[in-house]
Each structure stands twice: as C-alpha cells, then as structure tokens.
C-alpha cells in the first residue's frame, strides 16, 4: 500500500488513467515571494552564556540545527504553473471524486475563477477557512491567520460525503444546546478552527510547510471510502499520505524535492512499498 513518487508532477500525472482518482488533495507553493525554510534549534543548559530560561529559572543555550533545504516559493507566472497541473487533476479525477486545492489569500481568488473555467462553477461545492492562532500579529494590519482550501467536485450532484464519519466540535454555547448534544459535539462548518503542527509536538517533521494530520483527516474521511486511493500531487511531508493510510484508504504522493521524498520515505516508511 502507497506509493511515493519524485520527479516533476505534470510529466507523472499524465500516465494516470482518466478516472481513475476518487480524491485529490494538493498544497501547492503559495507563492509568497519567499525561500520556505524551517529553522531548527536545540537547547543546552547553559548557565553561563544561556540566552534563554526554562523551568525554576534555569538557562539554556540555543544551538541553530541544519534542517531541510526548503524550497523557493517565486513564481513569474503562479497561475500559469498551476493551470496545466490543474487540468490533469480534473482529468484523472473519477466520475464521483473531489478535488481540493489548499492556498492562502493571495492567490486563492485568481485560482478560484481558473478552476471554474476547468470544473465549472456549478462543481463548486464549497471554500473552505482552516483557521489557527499561532505566530506573530501584525501592528499595521488584522494579523494573517487561516488558509483557505476549495473544494470541487467532477459532478455537482454525485459525490462522496461521509459527514457521519467527521470529527466532532465543541458547541461554543453548550448551555445553550443541553447536557446530551454538549456531550456529543457538533459538526463543523466551512470554517475550522485547528492548530498548526506544533513546533516541538511528535507529529512535526521539519517540513517548511507541513499541515496538520487533523486537517487531512478530516478531508480524507468524509470525501472518500474505505480502500479509495487519495492522490496528492505537491506532498511535502507526507500528511496526505499518512491521513490516508490510518484511515484504510491508499494514497500516491509525488514531489520534484528530494528533501520532501526522503521526509516522506521516513514517514511512511512501514506502509509505503517499492517502485516498480
């Protein structure tokens, strides 16, 4: 069960069967303007040259790791990049299938009007804000802190939509809704609200860009079937992959960056098999 696949996307993309995908979801550059790069860091007790303080007053010296190369988000022509690729996403789409498209407020509108031209407007279903609280806040504007992610369909009547097997949500007024719904939760709207991958959590890779697993499954559970294959043309570090195979689905990840395969061969490592 899945495939990891490098090389440039478009040229692979054109072997798949028409039809043959039913969900895809891709997080392409965003183009920013910026090399994306994590920066990794430890910390050593270091009472004397220590630039920070930690438990009961302790000092600790922080010491810059090598990380993952990242890559250059700049593009002359995004739109122009993305258009082919788009195409052939709609093309190997199956009849039922979804296609996702994860970006953020700079570009999402300009790819909006392109995938209407590519689905049709009537196979918009939904955009979706992945809203977080993390990171620094602006002084001179509202502070930037959500994604948005559009959500197409190959038909706008016949489509995957488990919303039974989605995660549930604390209401925000629960005494308002009674003890027993309280309980039980509700389920999300188009905007949802989930922390980014966390800095020093279990889950993180080192991945410049990684999204959270919880995001993913979300996506992975309600617009697929158990056995479906999940496709993810731009997959980074891999949590398309891995939000499919906890979840009984296959998936088949390519990326044109080294540093992203080997993150995702180590990731997946005992689900992944070899190719041919």
């Not at 919303?163 to 925000?172: A, F, G, Q």
């Amino acid at each position: 069960m899945g495939r990891i696949l490098l090389g440039d996307n478009l040229s692979r993309l054109k072997k798949l069967a028409t039809g043959s995908v039913p969900l895809i979801y891709i997080d392409p550059p965003f183009n920013t303007g910026r090399i994306q790069k994590r920066q990794r860091i430890r910390t050593i007790r270091d009472e004397v040259h220590g630039d920070r303080s930690g438990f009961a007053g302790k000092r600790y010296r922080t010491e810059k790791l090598d990380g993952p190369a990242g890559y250059h988000d700049i593009f002359d022509d995004f739109l122009g990049f993305l258009q082919p690729r788009l195409q052939e996403a709609y093309r190997v789409l199956s009849p039922a299938g979804s296609f996702f498209l994860h970006l953020d407020p700079r570009e999402v509108h300009y790819a909006k009007v392109m995938l209407d031209g590519i689905f049709g407007r009537e196979c918009f279903q939904n955009e979706i804000i992945w809203a977080y609280d993390y990171g620094a806040r602006s002084k001179s504007r509202w502070p930037a802190k959500h994604d948005n992610i559009l959500w197409y369909t190959k038909d706008p009547a016949n489509f995957t939509f488990h919303l039974d097997e989605c995660d549930r949500i604390p209401y925000m007024a629960p005494k308002l809704v009674g003890e027993q719904k309280a309980a039980k939760g509700k389920t999300p709207t188009d905007v949802w609200w989930h922390t980014i991958v966390s800095p020093t959590g279990k889950e993180k890779t080192g991945y410049p860009t990684q999204k959270p697993l919880g995001v993913l499954e979300r996506i992975v559970k309600v617009h697929s079937n158990p056995g479906d294959l999940v496709l993810d043309f731009f997959a980074g570090s891999g949590t398309t992959g891995e939000a499919a195979v906890r979840n009984g689905r296959d998936f088949l990840l390519m990326d044109s960056s080294k540093e992203a395969v080997a993150i995702m061969r180590k990731r997946l490592a005992k689900w992944t098999r070899k190719k041919k």
